[in-house]
């Protein structure tokens, strides 16, 4: 249950990045269902587009808590005295949890490409 609770939480960041990366850029874009304001193809790119780049954010700060992680950690075994040590070893749980919820959400993804690739047409 606990991994489930994790999964939600990520997936509840996601949409938060999303909904900050629409507002910051001033366009918050919603499909329209009518055939005359766009065709099928320009809807899905659109759709996979904002995708690919909340998938993209989320990747990035992912990427951003390990590289914190081992700047503090570094910092700390040069001697910085304005590192602790719980800072680091906050700042590395952060990094492990972050990475792992990541990867639980790219394991779904995968288990569900991999079900609609079995279902019959």
Do not use: C, W
Not at 35 to 48: D, H, Q, V
């Amino acid at each position: 249950m606990i991994e489930r609770a994790d999964i939600n939480g990520v997936l509840a960041q996601m949409r938060s990045l999303r909904a900050e990366m629409q507002q910051s850029s001033g366009q918050i874009e919603l499909p329209s269902l009518r055939p005359e304001s766009g065709s099928i193809r320009s809807i899905g790119e659109t759709e996979r587009s904002s995708f690919t780049a909340l998938l993209k954010s989320a990747v990035d700060q992912v990427n951003g808590h390990q590289q914190s992680a081992n700047r503090l950690r570094e910092s700390y075994e040069h001697g910085d005295p304005g590192v602790d040590l719980p800072q680091v070893m906050i700042q590395a749980q952060k990094a492990s949890v972050s990475f792992e919820a990541m990867t639980q959400v790219r394991n779904r993804l995968v288990q569900a490409y991999e079900d609609i690739s079995k279902m019959p047409i």
